[in-house]
Each structure stands twice: as structure tokens, then as C-alpha cells.
């Protein structure tokens, strides 16, 4: 089964608002199976949509719209669906009525532009919008449908939750269908992609492969349980070195859970991350039963007064250094006593690089017990990506060391 997914708007081709809602579809889509062929932007333009739709229907099985529903000028959906499928459009008495009730109870005096809402594809299927004003409609042409729901993210995911989602399983007679996402650290695209070529997989399992800063996802996606499970638990063992979990796992969700089983606590001082590993522990619920707290050592000056970092350290090694990440894991293993200290000090950039350390230099240490570790990483993208990788790579440690 094929989609066609069209978010509609100026607002969003221009940049003023961002588009949530396509992904949003696209994955709930997918989890049932259903082929996205396409996602686009198209513009409040009536002969554009008109062209665009015509092109859906004769393509793929359904198409969902969201946006130009409104009550304006320019919210030109319904009129171009209806051209589309050789419909027309009429006035909807309950839907006036339904429209006219929700404004007066916020206190919207309604208004000769509100009736523009009111006028549906004669032969849709309309569906309610509990959350605002503007109805969804489905309309069929050649067992080919296009489905439209309000732009307005909150109302569209109730309507898409609620009524959608049925309706394209009942329609459409969708099969049961299974997925598994494995993740990965600490391995090359390309060896991932080597090793799923030489496992031979079976042309019935979907591969999808996503890269996002230190972290390979495998998506497998089948109607067949029994092949995706054995691709799966193949992958698992070919790249067991590299496995950190599966599905809505992730590396700092996986590292607590050994936390807690070893009955361990844990602190973070932090130089170029700010923060972000602090961040993304206390992000799962349950972590401050052992996450003791952290500090963010930004300055020189707060690394040699809060955590007791030697002068001479900074002025013979640098901020950025192996010997600076240990006193500062010492330092903060001082104030919170913890089992486990994660520190990092490094150069996320744009500026501040040298020959000797370039931007990406991250020093990167743990402490586990009487345990001290700490490894020199070169880490590549902008600002935001060296920190990203510098907080998994952290992670990545402590779940080797935890093993």
C-alpha cells in the first residue's frame, strides 16, 4: 500500500512555522505498513494543489493532507480536493452548526468567512474535530482517497488518533506488520552496511539504516515475525560489540539500568558539554535515585576553585587535557562521593582550535570506583554535534565498563 503525505501552507514554504506534522504521520504510517512514496510542502495555490492531488490519485492509495482548512481566502484545500476527484462542494447545515457553537463559547463573534469552513466535497466522509473548527473529509475517486485534517498540529493529531487511524485500517484491510529498531554505537555506516550484505537478508525484511550523531540505527520492518527475528538476532550477534538496545532504548536509558542494578551512583562535571549528559540522565524518570548532581565547569577559574584543577595543570597542559580531567574528576568525586564521576573538557568550536588541538579535541573521563579511564577523542561536525557526540561517547564508556 502507497501514501502520498502533503503538508499545505505559505507560512510553512517561507519558513514561519516548521512542519511536525508530515513526520508525525509518516512514522504512525509506517508502523502499519503502509510505503511512504512522498512527502512535499505545497503552496496556498489552487491550480498547484489541483495538479498535485490529480497526481496522488492516480499514484497511490491514500493521500493525507494537512492545512488550508481555515475559514480565509487562502485555505483552498477542500475546493481543490473536490476538483480533483470530480466532486463539488456544498454547504454542511451540521457542520455550520457545529462551527458556530464552538465560537460562541469562546466568545468569536461568527462571522460571513466562518461559512467558508461549512463547505465540504459532497460525497466526503467528514470527520469531527473535537479540538477546533475545522472538519477532516476523506473523499474516494477509483478506490484511490484523499484525506485532509486541519494544519494545526494538536487538532490533527486527535483527529488522525481518532478517526483516521481506524478508518484506514478498516478501508484498507491492513495486515498485521512487525518492526524492530537495533541500535548501535561505536561502528561505521559502512561496517553495518558490510555485514547486513554478507547475512544475505531476506527480501521480505525492509532495512533502514539511520546515522545521527554517534548512533547507527537498523530499522527492520516485515509482515513476516519469523524472518525479522532471525535477521534481528543475526545482526545482534555479528555486531554484539557495538549492541546497546533496541526500540525506544537509548545509550543513557540503557547505562541507568545497569546503574541501578550494580546499586551505583553517579555525578558529571563538564567542561564542553554544559551540561548535556546531566541533562540527558536526569531526562529519565527515576534517575535521581542515584544521580547525585553536577557541575558545569566552564571557566578556568571555576575548575581551579570548585574542583581544586592546579594552576600549573591549565598553565602546563591546558583546559583541554588529559591531566585537567583528572583533577576534575577527582574534584568532583570530592563534593559528591559518588561511584561514578563522567567528566569531559574539550573544544566544541566554531573557534578555539589549534594545530596541536583542532575543534572536536574531547578528553573524556570515567571513574568507576578506584577505576580511572580517560581517552583523547576527535569528534567532527558543528557545535551542537561535537557536544552530542562527546555526551554518547561518554555513555558508550560506562556501558563497556559496566559490562
Excluded at 486527535?158 to 541500535?183: A, G, R
Amino acid at each position: 500500500m502507497k501514501a502520498a503525505i502533503y503538508a499545505i501552507g505559505n507560512e510553512i514554504l517561507e519558513g514561519s512555522i516548521v512542519d511536525t506534522n508530515s513526520a508525525y504521520i509518516a512514522k504512525i504510517l509506517t508502523d502499519f505498513g503502509i510505503k511512504i512514496m512522498e512527502i512535499k510542502i505545497l503552496p496556498d495555490d489552487k491550480e498547484c494543489l489541483i495538479s498535485q492531488f490529480l497526481y496522488a490519485l492516480g499514484n497511490y492509495d491514500v493521500t493525507l493532507t494537512t492545512g488550508g482548512l481555515g475559514p480565509t481566502f487562502d485555505d483552498l484545500t477542500a475546493e481543490a480536493v473536490a476538483e480533483a476527484a470530480g466532486d463539488v462542494l456544498v454547504f454542511y447545515e451540521d457542520v455550520y452548526s457545529s462551527i458556530a457553537k464552538k465560537l460562541e463559547s469562546r466568545g468569536v463573534k461568527i462571522k460571513e468567512n466562518h461559512t467558508r469552513q461549512a463547505y465540504l466535497p459532497k460525497k466526503a466522509i467528514l470527520f469531527e474535530n473535537k479540538k477546533g473548527t475545522a472538519f477532516g473529509f476523506g473523499v474516494e475517486k477509483e478506490n484511490k482517497w484523499i484525506i485532509s485534517m486541519p494544519g494545526i498540529p494538536y487538532e490533527m493529531k486527535h483527529m488522525f488518533e481518532s478517526y483516521i487511524i481506524p478508518f484506514i485500517k478498516q478501508k484498507f484491510k491492513l495486515k498485521q506488520f512487525f518492526k524492530k529498531d537495533l541500535k548501535f554505537i561505536g561502528i561505521p555506516e559502512s561496517d553495518v552496511d558490510e555485514v547486513i550484505t554478507k547475512l544475505n537478508h531476506p527480501d521480505n525484511v525492509e532495512i533502514i539504516i539511520n546515522v545521527s550523531k554517534g548512533v547507527i540505527v537498523v530499522r527492520l520492518r516485515s509482515y513476516d515475525y519469523n524472518n525479522l527475528m532471525i535477521l534481528a538476532t543475526s545482526l545482534k550477534n555479528e555486531l554484539e560489540n557495538f549492541y546497546f538496545g533496541e526500540d525506544d532504548d537509548t545509550i543513557e536509558s540503557v547505562v541507568l539500568k545497569k546503574l541501578f542494578k550494580e546499586n551505583f551512583t553517579i555525578a558529571t562535571v563538564e567542561s564542553c558539554t554544559g551540561g548535556l549528559i546531566a541533562k540527558k540522565i536526569t531526562d529519565i524518570p527515576g534517575s535521581s535515585k542515584i544521580f547525585k548532581g553536577s557541575l558545569v565547569a566552564y571557566s578556568n577559574e571555576v575548575k581551579t576553585k570548585m574542583l581544586n584543577v592546579h594552576n600549573d595543570t591549565l598553565e602546563k597542559f591546558g583546559a583541554v587535557s588529559e591531566k585537567c580531567c583528572e583533577e576534575m574528576i577527582y574534584g568532583c568525586y570530592e563534593h559528591f562521593k559518588s561511584d561514578v564521576v563522567v567528566a569531559t573538557t574539550g573544544i566544541a568550536g566554531p573557534d578555539g582550535g589549534s594545530k596541536e588541538k583542532p575543534v572536536g579535541t574531547v578528553f573524556i573521563g570515567v571513574k568507576i570506583k578506584d577505576e580511572v579511564l580517560i581517552n583523547r577523542y576527535k569528534f567532527s561536525g558543528d557545535r551542537s554535534t561535537i557536544r552530542e557526540r562527546a555526551a554518547n561517547m561518554a555513555f558508550k564508556i560506562l556501558l563497556e565498563k559496566l559490562r
